[in-house]
């Protein structure tokens, strides 16, 4: 394949290398505009013999968000890209971006949710039907806005591939992450609220339209405010018996939290 560059797409790309996520969004945006004229910049990048290899340095993320910004821009070359990249020579890694990116070319949702909004669970959850119970449930939230979501993509949690959830407010609708299995009762638990606190963050993300720009960080108080809005809407008992409880415990809370804050975005 010729190689050709694009200015966006290396914009794009310095953007994700360097974790500055107003760059990403406004080359994401300035690319989605363009259209199918960067589509041939952004297939010479897959077109590549180093995702066989090692990744180093920031190399690891640019498939995924490549591989994403296809299914945008073309869905149909989108799944060949797919199907290429899935019988070629590929790292651990890289095969592994492939298989949870796959999983977006699946044309049939796993369930539906509010307003007909489908729900795409990856294969490696092994509790789908709960999960989308679960879904189905922080939807019904009282004065939760999904008017801009399109769909939901539930993908296994996988050390390493945090970046897809952290850039996820540029694909098609929301992605939200899940562990293949969780064994332990606490953290289960505590899975459980970090999940639906991050579901209504990120749909905070698109009721508030950030993807239309504003600073980052105002950005995320606002997404942080809308959930916990939320979810005192979804557990006003719960919230208000948990003020008076966990007020002792903040110390032990703030280490739960810190451990647990990447594990779905």
């Known amino acids: 394949m010729e190689r050709q560059k694009s200015p966006l797409v ?65 869905p149909v070359l989108f799944k060949k890209q797919i199907a290429t990249l899935a019988g070629s020579k590929l790292h651990p890694l890289h095969r592994k971006t492939v298989e949870i990116m796959s999983e977006r070319a699946n044309e049939k949702p ?62 098609s609708g929301i992605i939200l992450t899940s562990p293949a299995i969780t064994k332990n009762l606490p953290n289960k638990w505590i899975d459980q609220i970090f999940a639906e606190f991050v579901f209504y963050h990120e749909v ?16 995320e108080k606002e997404a942080d405010d809308y959930a916990r809005k939320m979810f005192r809407n979804a557990h006003p008992v719960k919230v208000s018996i948990a003020k008076a409880l966990i007020f002792p415990f903040l110390p032990l809370l703030r280490r739960l939290v810190k451990k647990h804050k990447n594990k779905y975005q």
């Open 10 to 74: 290396e914009k794009l790309l310095r953007g994700i290398a360097t974790d500055h996520i107003e760059t990403v969004r406004d080359a994401w945006r300035d690319i989605l505009a363009a259209n199918e004229q960067e589509i041939p910049a952004v297939l010479a990048k897959l077109d590549s013999k180093m995702w066989a290899e090692y990744p180093r340095g920031p190399l690891h993320k640019y498939l995924g968000i490549l591989l994403a910004l296809l299914d945008e821009l073309d």
């Open 110 to 171: 796993f369930g539906h949710i509010g307003p007909d909004i489908p729900v795409y669970i990856s294969r490696d959850i092994s509790t789908p039907e709960s999960l989308l119970i679960k879904i189905d449930l922080w939807s019904k939230t009282r004065d939760l806005d999904l008017a801009n979501i399109t769909r939901i993509d539930v993908i296994e949690y996988v050390p390493g591939m945090g970046y897809l959830g952290r850039y996820n407010l540029f694909f």
């Open 204 to 219: 905070g993300h698109h009721a508030c339209g950030h993807i239309e720009g504003g600073q980052i960080a105002d950005q």
